[in-house]
């Protein structure tokens, strides 16, 4: 008797998903106001274009096909950029300017020396990721975890540049990076699944004896929040987050993963996310509303930054100068990636929505 074979049933639902991709409208782009290119920035540990394995593995849509060439294909002008996977978010913004302009990385005089590493990294001249960009030619970046502080440390550096580089490097050597006044190079900024204000993944203190040029100690809530204090919110920009949930409620108020909607690498970290509650040596109170996660983050923290002014998400006034908080997305950290072993075939048409929403402003 022939042996029967099990396969589980979120494998079948994924190929299923692939063979039978549901339809997403392309948008009407008579009734766009603009159309600016959008620079997604990966998380911890992505990648992006510039990496050769990334047309084998495509961070952004992974098992489910390459994202970007499908928002292409509605009309959309889409670039992967490719940042450290465990760097700072100071350095991987320098990475980021460096990409879009065509130049040498170039991390700043006062921050390399104080952090000991090398002032200068890989050479982009002739391989920008863009071919124009400036106050006329803007761009829209989204950052996916760990990238959406990159994005908002490179925006902050953008509109006001760094008064310690401008102390200790010569005009003629600064990167135009560090003197600020670009603000209006950039139209918005969207967060996907971003520890705005750290992740109790790594739990409340921070145990990393030396090392705060790191995308880890960036992400430990005293270290974020500080992080905040420093950040511009431009008000002529435009702000959005995406928050995730996968997990749900117990009865006694701790949460769980959801392992239906959940990829099963999260599961341990969203419980363990799920009851965590405390103090931190800064004095940050993380209560029961910092429970509910996508298996990585805390939905909360994904919601807005502190130190900056935020609002739910109304088509009718979508304002710039403050984060814009969309209703919260119903996936795992994966999901907004496009998803691993569980391939999420709503990825699409989110970004195809969202995009038609940023290109209607006026």
Avoid at 1 to 23: D, G, Y
Avoid at 304 to 327: L, Q, R, V
Wanted: aromatic fraction near 12%; include cysteine.
């Amino acid at each position: 008797m022939a042996k029967i074979i099990s396969i589980p049933l979120a494998i079948i639902m994924s190929i299923l998903s692939l063979l039978l991709p549901s339809k997403v409208e392309t948008p009407d782009a008579d009734q766009w106001n603009t159309n600016y290119p959008y620079v997604f920035v990966h998380g911890l540990m992505g990648w992006g274009q510039y990496d050769a394995h990334y047309k084998l593995m495509p961070y952004w849509g992974m098992f489910g096909g390459e994202l970007l060439g499908k928002l292409e294909d509605k009309g959309y002008d889409c670039y992967a950029a490719s940042v450290s996977g465990t760097a700072s978010a100071w350095d991987r913004a320098c990475e980021l300017y460096a990409q879009l302009t065509g130049t040498v990385v170039d991390y700043g005089k006062a921050h390399s020396e104080k952090c000991g590493h090398e002032r200068f990294g890989k050479d982009f001249t002739d391989k920008a990721l863009i071919e124009k960009w400036d106050s006329e030619n803007k761009i829209n970046i989204l950052g996916h975890s760990f990238g959406g502080a990159t994005m908002r440390v490179f925006a902050s550096l953008m509109a006001k540049g760094d008064e310690a580089e401008t102390a200790s490097t010569s005009a003629d050597e600064i990167s135009l990076l560090f003197t600020g006044g670009k603000a209006d190079w950039i139209y918005s900024l969207t967060s996907l699944a971003a520890p705005h204000n750290g992740t109790t993944s790594y739990g409340l203190e921070d145990l990393m004896p030396d090392n705060d040029d790191s995308a880890a100690y960036d992400m430990f809530i005293d270290h974020a929040m500080e992080i905040n204090k420093n950040m511009v919110t431009d008000k002529d920009t435009y702000y959005f987050s995406i928050a995730c949930t996968a997990s749900v409620k117990n009865d006694d108020g701790t949460y769980r993963a959801d392992k239906k909607r959940m990829e099963f690498l999260f599961h341990g970290s969203s419980d363990e996310i799920g009851m965590l509650k405390g103090t931190t040596s800064g004095g940050c109170v993380v209560d029961e509303s910092w429970f509910e996660n996508d298996g990585l983050v805390n939905t909360v923290s994904a919601k807005a930054p502190s130190h900056a002014p935020s609002k739910d998400f109304d088509k009718e006034n979508i304002t710039p100068g403050i984060w814009n908080i969309m209703p919260v997305y119903q996936g795992d950290h994966m999901s907004l990636q496009g998803g691993f072993f569980k391939v999420n075939s709503d990825v699409e048409r989110l970004y195809t929505e969202h995009f038609d929403m940023i290109n209607r402003i006026s």
